[in-house]
Structure formats: structure tokens, C-alpha cells
């Protein structure tokens, strides 16, 4: 989390200023104090002459710093003309390495991107081979997004100074936004925001999952037609167009299309806006009017850029759940482990006594593993438990939660489930696990299972676990290779 935290900063720093020459400067201090890269440049791309000039730089050598490549030469071009980073570990052994600087090993180019258009380059070097991790490079990739909204957003303040109040709005969007790294809470922030900021009816986010556009959020006065989470096929009218990043769409009047394209009652108009972050589509940014032909051409701009800002923050937020899902995370099985149970139990406790509806818990144990690991070796051990693994996984419903629970031992959270069902599904597993044919091991694999529900067996996170491990013990004492469900229940122990 020190890294977002690094990242959130750095965002904050090059978005707080319109000024063209302290934004580069303020790029350039970031990347050098912020990663420690003694070389690093921006480029910007001239269109008119298909060049990539040096605007401001830090440690390349003398005479160097007025440098200008063409469109396809060095890994600055290259990485401009595929639109991704291009990196090469050992400069030495890159054939498009152009030497600005006689001590680099390593560089990396990024290509600094607005709305799937090359505006520049940011060119990191270092002294050392192989300097760039995935982790840095990811970084850097994601404050590249944020250096070129800068950009862009300094080059609109210098050519259309007349949009003065339009672009402050801009800014105190960007900077809430990149406050915020819940992804609900971004996404609710920045439709209020937005409506207000640019005085619209309504406005509302959709994000791309799979093959359908989903409702996340909207805010507003006009009345939505369809609830929260509402998805919506991709392929159907009018969201081809704009999740193809052909660019934005104004309809004039809504009235004379079908009923289900309006998704707010009152709406007459809309502009849609895909979100764009480093050439993918995220989703779709709308703002809808009551009035028809409310929205023109002349608005576009500084809304894209306000939508650029927004999909920069929910790609972030996007980075942040998956740094979150990896502390998660079991490295050998994939599947999450203790520590995760142990905060979801919480959850599923609470939301079983809010409800009034059954949970269960099933503590699992691979049979005389120890054994198995001592006749085959750990690796074939480590194979057995990602394989038992996967076997729970693809058998519980989505709702419920597998977890490795230290060792050989699993813990399963069954919601909106009785005693018998749960007695059913461990049984289940137990059975498939059995069956199982574990290539190299020329024995049966088998598990013990034991299962405590709520509330019979207890009310909080210790009192269920350790009624499961005592039902688990039980299953081991009499004999292994099968389910047991905690005879004695909660009732029944406070007055024994």
C-alpha cells in the first residue's frame, strides 16, 4: 500500500498546476525522487513533423537535451508507435537503443497517451542491467497516465484560456478523484461532482464487465429506469460505438429512439463518453438532460478530459483491489487464505443475525498428508493441494468461499445454508476428492471433514471454528474419511 500511496502523491503533485514547464519539471522530480531514476526525459510528440523532441530532461549527457527522433526510431518511437511501454534490460543487446547518456544499461519508454493519442514519451534510464520490475514498470505505467493528463490538461489551459472556470472544475475533479481508492466510493464521488461542477441533470458511469456495460453509479434529479448493477449487453445500440474508442456521441433527442435506450425517464438528450485509460475501454461516462439538443460539440473537450481523469482514477482503483486480492491470497493454491477467512466470517456471522438465515462452516483436512509427503516428496504434496484445491473451488457455489487455512487444512464458508446442507456439500467433496485419480500418486487421497452451522453451534468467528475443528477432530478420531457435524450444540453446552 506504500506504493499506492506513492502513486496517489505523485498524482496529486502533477495534477495541481496548468502550467506546461512545471508540469514537466514536476514529471520529471517525481519519477527521479519518487523511483530513484538519475536519467529520465519527457518527449513530446510534434505532430506536424512526426517527431519525438526532447522538452525536458534530467541526466542525459551534454548536447543531447535538444533531441528529436522520428516517429519509429529508438525505443522512444517504438514505444510511440505500439502505444505500450517498451523496455530493454540490457541496452546492449536492443537493436532500436539510440545512447543519450554513456552509463545506461537499462531503459524504459512510455508512451504518454490521451484518449488513445501519443502526445509524448517518458524515457527512464538507469546504470543498471535489468533495473525495472513488473512492479515498478506497472507504477510508472499507471503515473504515465496521470503526467499525460497533465500534459494535455496544460496545453487546453494555454490554448483556450477562455474555458477558465470549465478547467478549475477539471482540476478539483482530478484531485478528488485521485483521493479515492475505493471503487464504489470513486464512483459515486465523481458523478456528484461532475453534475455539479458542469451543471447537468444527470450523470452516471458505466464499467465494462465481460461482455456487458453495467450500471455503477449515477447522480442526479431525473428518475433512473433501471436499478444499480443493470447490465446491458455491449454489442446492443448506441455502445458499439463508443466502447470501439470511435469517440464520443451527442443524441439530440432521445424520444425518437426505443423506450429501453433512455435509462432515465425524463432524459430527451444524452452525451456519452467512453473512459479511456492507456488505449482501453473502461466504460462509459453519460450525462443526461430533460431538455432536447442540451448538450453541444463546444462541451466535448473539456469533458473528455474530465472523462480521461476519471478512467486514470478507476484504473488506479482497479490496481488497488488487485494489490488488496493478492494480500488474499494462498501463493501455492490460488485460493484465498486465513487471513481472508478470518474477515469474512465476520461478515457472514453479521449478515446471518441481520437476515435470520443459516451459514455454515467446514473445516477440511487432508488425510495423512505428512505420510504422503514423506512417500512422493512435497512437490507431488504441493500438487495434491492445489488439485484438492481446485476441487472445492469448482464445486462450491460463487457465493461461498473456499480458503486454506494453514497446512493441509481448508475452511469453507457455505452461506444461506442449514446443517444438513452443509453435511450434503461436505459430503460431496469428501466423495469427489476420494474419486480422484492425483497423477503420480498410486494411492486414494482422501479428506476428513468437520461442519459447524450458526447459530446451533455458535454466534461469533472462535465459537464456529472451534465447534468445526472439534466436529474435524472427531472425523479423525473415529476413523478418518468422513464428515462429521458438532453433536453438541450452543443451547445445549450453556446449560450442560
Known sequence: MEKIAVLYDAGQAVLSTFDLDEVLQRILAIARDYFHLQKVAILLFDKE?????????????????????????????????????????????????????????????????????????????????NHFDRVTIDLLTLFSTQASIALQNARLYSLERQRARQLEAINTIAQQSTA??????????????????????????????????????????????????????AGRDPWPHLLAASGSLIEKNLSSGPEHLRLFAEASSRMSIPLISFGQTLGVLTLHSSQPDAFRESE?????????????????AHYVERVKQLAYLDGLTGIFNRRFFELRIVDEVERARRYGAGMAVVMADIDQFKKLNDEFGHLL??????????????????????CRYGGEEFALLLTQTSAQQAVTVAEKLRKLVEEW???????????????????????????LIRAADNALYCAKQTGRNRVCLNSRSRVAAAGG
Open 49 to 129: 513533423a512526426q517527431q519525438l523532441c526532447v522538452r525536458s530532461q534530467i541526466g542525459w549527457d551534454a548536447g543531447n537535451d535538444k533531441m528529436c527522433l522520428g516517429y519509429h526510431e529508438g525505443l522512444t518511437g517504438a514505444a510511440a508507435f505500439k502505444k505500450q511501454p517498451v523496455y530493454a534490460p540490457d541496452v546492449s543487446q536492443h537493436p532500436r537503443y539510440i545512447c543519450t547518456a554513456q552509463s545506461t544499461r537499462s531503459e524504459l519508454a512510455i508512451p504518454l497517451m490521451v484518449r488513445d493519442e501519443v502526445v509524448g514519451v517518458l524515457d527512464c534510464q538507469s546504470d543498471r542491467l
Open 437 to 463: 485419480q492425483f497423477p503420480g500418486v498410486p494411492r486414494t487421497v482422501t479428506i476428513s471433514a468437520g461442519v459447524a452451522v450458526f447459530p446451533d453451534h455458535g454466534v461469533g468467528r472462535d465459537e
Open 381 to 402: 504434496g504441493d500438487e495434491v493441494l492445489r488439485q484438492v484445491s481446485s476441487l472445492f473451488h469448482q464445486n462450491l457455489r460463487k457465493i461461498d468461499v473456499v
Open 180 to 233: 479515492v481508492m475505493e471503487l464504489e466510493e470513486l464512483l459515486t464521488r465523481a458523478c456528484a461532482v461532475i453534475q455539479q461542477a458542469f451543471q447537468v441533470q444527470h450523470v452516471s458511469i458505466f464499467l465494462r464487465e465481460e461482455s456487458d456495460l453495467v450500471l455503477r453509479a449515477h447522480h442526479g434529479t431525473l428518475t433512473p429506469c433501471i436499478p444499480p448493477g443493470e447490465r446491458f449487453p
Open 300 to 316: 466535448l473537450q473539456p469533458l473528455e478530459s474530465v472523462a480521461d481523469i476519471c478512467a486514470n482514477s478507476i484504473q488506479n
